[in-house]
């Protein structure tokens, strides 16, 4: 489980191709080095990988077919940074909320806007998620616990204050760009429950 705390950004300082497989190696800074052992769980851009190898602050995680395609991390290159979390610990304080490193969808920037005061990103999800959108609700974006400002149809925006800016990769994101979403699962089952249930009851 992770929190959508992100820690910091980390530097792809390599990738290695095979079939339908690929290695990224990333440069961990030491503070998120402490007790780190091969098998476990670190996100990347709020996608959920296993470590398979450590190697000084060197870390290498495999990413399958599945996870190139739906996320974000297919588009990596050696030198780009990633948003960096690691697993929560029973015990830990949650900042943001429960989340489980499964990327249910990747969205696109469609609007940034950058003020001496504000900073508003606009996204916009495929129409069969939109139903998942309300005002002030969580949501995960690469990673980022946030929370949901206007929602119009399957667009939505957010507001980021200076200390998510410093601390994750978003600030970088421009219109076009492609972004890892999971959606508050309290958020999916509520709706996902209301939508069963519903239309037994109009028919009765």
């Known amino acids: 489980m992770f929190t959508g705390i992100v820690q910091g950004t980390a530097e792809v300082v390599a990738i290695i191709e095979k079939e339908n497989f690929r290695t990224h190696r990333i440069r961990l800074p030491e503070t998120a ?14 996608c959920c990988l296993t470590v398979t190898c450590i190697n000084g602050d060197l870390v290498d995680f495999d990413l399958m077919q599945e996870t190139l395609r739906a996320t974000n991390l297919g588009e990596l290159m050696a030198g780009d940074h990633v948003n960096y979390e690691r697993a929560a610990r029973f ?5 943001g909320h ?30 069969d998620w939109r139903k998942y959108l309300f ?18 149809g399957n667009e939505f925006d957010v507001n980021l204050i200076p200390e998510t800016l410093e601390r994750t990769n978003i600030g970088s994101r421009n219109p076009g760009d492609r972004i890892n979403i999971e959606i508050d699962p309290q958020t ?17």
């Open 91 to 95: 015990g830990d304080e949650i900042g």
């Open 33 to 46: 080095l402490a007790g780190l052992e091969p098998g476990a769980s670190v996100a990347h851009n709020g």
């Open 135 to 152: 005002t002030k609700g969580y949501i995960g974006i690469d990673g980022i616990s946030l929370t949901i400002g206007e929602v119009d």
């Open 188 to 204: 999916q089952a509520i709706v996902d429950t209301v939508e069963r249930i519903l239309p037994g009851m109009i028919t009765q």
């Open 98 to 127: 429960a989340m489980s490193g499964h990327i249910l969808c990747t969205a696109v920037v469609v609007d940034v806007s950058r003020t001496p005061n504000n900073h508003k990103v606009r996204f916009k999800l495929p129409a």
